[in-house]
């Protein structure tokens, strides 16, 4: 359903606003609040538009968790136990409790991180190389877990 505008002289006007992907690729392209937004800020905390890096780091993150919910899984059926005491109880709700838990939290601690990736934890550490350390011991992990799998029994 269509909006529409009347003027004070009696024209009816209709909202020509629309939300396309253009408006998407359009706002991350040109997005307003990259820098500072008053001249005494040092850096700024929130942006309207973050780094490719983080778009990747974030992707990458989600996708080792996903892969370290399955390895673990099939760890599981082989005898491993869940070292996590939070995973471990979720595994007693089934597969599927934990496979959603795991990802839920996963992506809202992902969501906190990017979206204060400028901020300084400590005053002298970005939360952006945390999401890159989480990403290199998720990967650390990934590997580690294969190893195990393809491991004779």
Same mark, same amino acid.
Request: aromatic share 14%; glycine share 6%; charged share 20%.
């Given at each position: ?18 939300? %396309? ?22 850096? $700024? ?6 780094? $490719? ?18 390895? %673990? ?32 939290? %996963? ?11 400028? %901020? ?31 491991? $004779?029994?």
């Amino acid at each position: 359903m269509e909006s529409v505008e009347t003027l004070s002289d009696g024209r009816v006007l209709p909202d020509r606003r629309r939300f %396309t992907w253009r408006t998407v690729v359009f706002g991350y392209l040109r997005s307003r609040r990259r820098g500072h937004r008053r001249h005494d800020e040092r850096e $700024p905390v929130f942006s309207d538009w973050h780094h $490719p890096w983080l778009f990747f780091l974030a992707i990458g993150i989600m996708l080792f968790s996903s892969l370290d919910a399955f390895l %673990t899984l099939r760890l599981l059926d082989r005898g491993a136990i869940e070292v996590n005491p939070v995973m471990a109880a979720m595994l007693g709700h089934g597969h599927v409790a934990f496979a959603a838990s795991k990802m839920l939290l %996963t992506a809202l601690g992902i969501f906190m991180l990017v979206f204060l990736s400028r %901020t300084r934890v400590f005053r002298f550490l970005r939360t952006g190389v945390i999401l890159t350390c989480v990403f290199s011991l998720y990967a650390c992990l990934a590997c580690y877990q294969f190893l195990l799998l393809i491991e $004779p029994r």
